[in-house]
């Protein structure tokens, strides 16, 4: 599968990472030739096979519905890089 | 003191030889003297290590004894350590300064080892040579102009160059058993769910196990017991009993079948490396093991299937790098997406934005069966031929990489052919299986290590296996010359 450089800032507006337009058409040979090693699984005839998402098959482990944590908010808002009264800032995103 | 394996560290302590205090300052004297050369620290925790050696030296006045008590070591800069640096490799957490501690370094902190500092790696864990770091790649302490292997590059140079006992690493393709071949010291990729992966920086959640390298199989036998458990914070983390490592080192190997994959040693393979682990194999046939040919089939299909998986998961995990919460957060951004865009594409390598991007295509609408789903079968083929394996053998042995150590900047630029550098590697973490790299040669200066594959928390075999050769070998005390 070939990708081109119109894919390539598509695919980067999903995964909301700016990649510089001159920068595209290096990442456009290198996610092909990425494609390209991927597709030898297509050798394969899969049908019937279980996907596997989990090496060990487990089930999730669920806990006691129990409060564990404490609130840590000032200790973790220390390291934010903008926080005002208790929240995080963030460009105006309502008119 | 620096030249003494952490047994032998342990065993100097509890007699009372030197303290920690002095044991520590002399890594640190020879992490100033060294890393200015191999750059296997990103971050060097002076006060804090003499702090803690001070402890554990009170600790032993106290009583207290442990094998790991007042003995150096160093975390790999993917665990977060409170109050301490915890970059990822990576300019997006450059100055993330972590707000608590991972399971494994608080396990490391109860059994007394002091932590020197946080070890250089690739970029999110993504590489095999160090050379994605932000940091800048590690030198391999064997030849400064060959690379140390990645992504825990700078845990295996430091252990190599003798500046730490022992350090930890995590392996989601092979990033402790590669460096480890590469800079000639031992490591073990756990079972999945054997180690905690809590506060360890996440790549891709079903691959991702920690664990110790070092110089021996003992030590790693010591430090894993010390890392292995169960923890409730982990939701994928294992709760069954710990073995004690150590005791089980000694087990004879009479009888023990090793299962030798034929696709292993094939095409690809360099002749002078396979020379070597044929030495290595011949080794244990002298210490009474029986070796067959074994048949992977679908060993070719390891790589494909994992860079659909792998990236799949780094870019659902790597979204939470949005510069709102920590980490790098762009200047002046005109409205929420290019925050967004911009923090993560100042933050993040081209090798890290290469596999989100290569995972968010997998993912996205209309292409989920071809990648996805087909990879997560192939993965289900691969654990298939390993579980047919043990039926018929107690552990598969093979090298580690195809080749020695290559030269920095060799591989930089084409990321597919520095993809085959884990051929060998990465099919384990698909299965789940523990795997131990141990030093068994060297192709001019450059080592060779010999990859041990076992069974579902066969740890305790692996250990043993890798040991029995130790006490007849003596690649594991080799030093770099200009490391002795």
Not at chain 2, 108 to 117: E, I, P
Not at chain 2, 126 to 137: A, D, K, R, W
Not at chain 2, 445 to 467: C, K, M, T, W
Request: charged share 20%; hydrophobic share 40%; net charge negative.
């Amino acid at each position: 599968m070939s990708l081109g450089p119109a894919e390539v800032a598509k695919i980067a507006h999903l995964a909301r990472l700016a990649i510089h337009e001159q920068d595209a058409p290096a990442y456009a040979r290198n996610l092909s030739a990425i494609l390209d090693l991927v597709a030898q699984m297509n050798a394969v005839d899969t049908t019937g096979v279980a996907p596997m998402a989990h090496p060990l098959d487990m089930a999730q482990r669920l806990r006691a519905d129990d409060v564990t944590e404490s609130s840590q908010r000032d200790h973790f808002q220390a390291i934010a890089p903008r926080t005002e009264a208790g929240l995080y800032l963030v460009p105006k995103v309502i008119e | 003191m620096h030249d003494k394996t952490i047994a032998q560290l342990g065993a100097g302590l509890a007699a009372g030889e030197f303290s920690s205090e002095e044991l520590v300052r002399a890594f640190l004297d020879r992490i100033a003297r060294h890393n200015p050369q191999l750059n296997a620290f990103i971050t060097v925790t002076v006060e804090s290590a003499l702090a803690q050696a001070r402890a554990a030296d009170q600790r032993r006045q106290r009583g207290e004894a442990g094998p790991l008590l007042g003995v150096p070591i160093a975390h790999k800069d993917i665990f977060c350590t409170d109050g301490v640096r915890t970059s990822c490799g990576s300019r997006i957490l450059d100055r993330f300064i972590a707000p608590y501690n991972a399971t494994v370094v608080e396990k490391l902190n109860a059994a007394g080892a002091v932590m020197l500092g946080k070890t250089n790696m690739d970029e999110f864990a993504m590489g095999s040579s160090n050379e994605t770091s932000f940091y800048g790649p590690v030198r391999n302490p064997w030849d400064l102009e060959a690379v140390p292997g990645g992504s825990s590059g700078g845990s295996a140079a430091a252990v190599a160059a003798w500046l730490t006992a022992g350090a930890t690493g995590t392996d989601t393709g092979g990033s402790i058993r590669q460096p480890a071949a590469l800079c000639g010291v031992t490591g073990i990729k756990p079972t999945y769910g054997r180690v905690s992966r809590w506060g360890m920086i996440a790549y891709a959640s079903s691959l991702d196990q920690g664990g110790p390298m070092a110089r021996t199989a003992e030590d790693c036998a010591l430090l894993l017991g010390a890392l292995a458990g169960f923890d409730p914070r982990d939701s994928t983390s294992v709760d069954r009993p710990v073995p004690d490592y150590v005791a089980a080192l000694d087990r004879p190997l009479d009888g023990l079948k090793i299962g030798l994959p034929k696709e292993y040693f094939g095409e690809g393979l360099d002749g002078e490396v396979a020379r070597v682990v044929e030495s290595a194999i011949a080794e244990y046939r002298k210490l009474g093991a029986e070796t067959v040919e074994i048949s992977l089939p679908n060993s070719q299909l390891a790589i494909p299937a994992y860079y659909v998986i792998a990236p799949a998961e780094c870019s659902s995990n790597l979204a939470r790098f949005d510069g709102v919460r920590y980490g790098h957060r762009c200047e002046n951004p005109k409205d929420l997406l290019d925050l967004y865009t911009r923090s993560r594409g100042e933050g993040f390598g081209a090798e890290v934005k290469r596999r989100i991007l290569v995972g968010t295509f997998a993912l996205s609408a209309g292409y989920y069966d071809a990648y996805y789903l087909k990879a997560q079968q192939i993965r289900r083929l691969i654990s298939d031929d390993f579980r047919r394996a043990f039926e018929r053998v107690d552990v598969i042995a093979g090298p580690t990489s195809p080749t020695v150590a290559f030269n920095l900047g060799e591989k930089v630029d084409d990321p597919i052919t520095m993809y085959l550098s884990d051929i060998y590697t990465i099919a384990v973490n698909l299965a789940g299986l523990p795997g131990l790299s141990l030093p068994v040669g060297f192709v001019g200066q450059r080592p060779v290590g010999l990859q041990l594959i076992g069974d579902y928390f066969a740890e305790d075999r692996l250990l043993n296996v890798a040991h029995r050769y130790q006490q007849v070998t003596d690649w594991h005390q080799r030093a770099p010359a200009a490391f002795a």
